[in-house]
């Protein structure tokens, strides 16, 4: 088995990935390996997790391309569905938000946004557009990760639910910034892909109205 180094930390155990920090040649790496799962036939499995692992590292280096923070590949071992990549020295945005000054916050949300657009606008959906999955370094620079649920896409509603998410999210977590960091975040997204801005801001509406639906009927019952 190809590993290029031993765990020496544990970041996240999900359903579907383990992620580990480990040492090589003096670089600190980040690991992302789907785990096997027992349910489905072992060959069926590999090829699920070989293809997703590919796709997710081909939509990561694309990000790239058109001008995404996010961590830079080293190497992909498909045969053991892993990718190995750059750690990201930083925090999740969800850890520090709430103690984020006006002017330091607005800065990072329009820049988060901006990183959005960019996303967007090179026909990416991120999938999980959430605080955890938003790094911080010590200048307040923003990095996307986790690209496990991403997918290549022009739908409207795609990008639309990217925006929702986030701001559920934020509603949940950090209800009293949500106004003024998602007003920043538009603005930041905004100056990225301009006219496509009211676009995606009809279909979040779309969306939340759908939610807003379907939740009285679920009252109702």
Known sequence: MLRLGEPTAIIRLGAEAAIYVLNWNGM??????????????PSLDKEIRMQRTASEARIIS?????GVACPAIILVDLENATIYMQKIRGV??????????HEVLSTLAKRIGALAGMLHGGGIAHG???LSNVIVDEQMNPYLVDFGLATFTRD?????VDIHLLDRSLQSTHYNVRDEFMRAFLEGYGTVLGGMLSEVLEKVKE??????YVERERRRR
């Open 62 to 66: 694309e990000a790239k391309k058109h």
């Open 156 to 160: 409207i509603e795609e990008f639309a």
């Open 207 to 212: 969306i939340e109205s759908r939610g807003r």
């Open 28 to 41: 600190e790496l980040v690991a992302k390996m789907r785990v096997p799962k027992s349910y489905r036939h």
């Open 128 to 130: 999980d557009l959430t």
């Open 92 to 101: 999740e945005v969800r850890e520090l938000i709430g103690s984020l000054d």
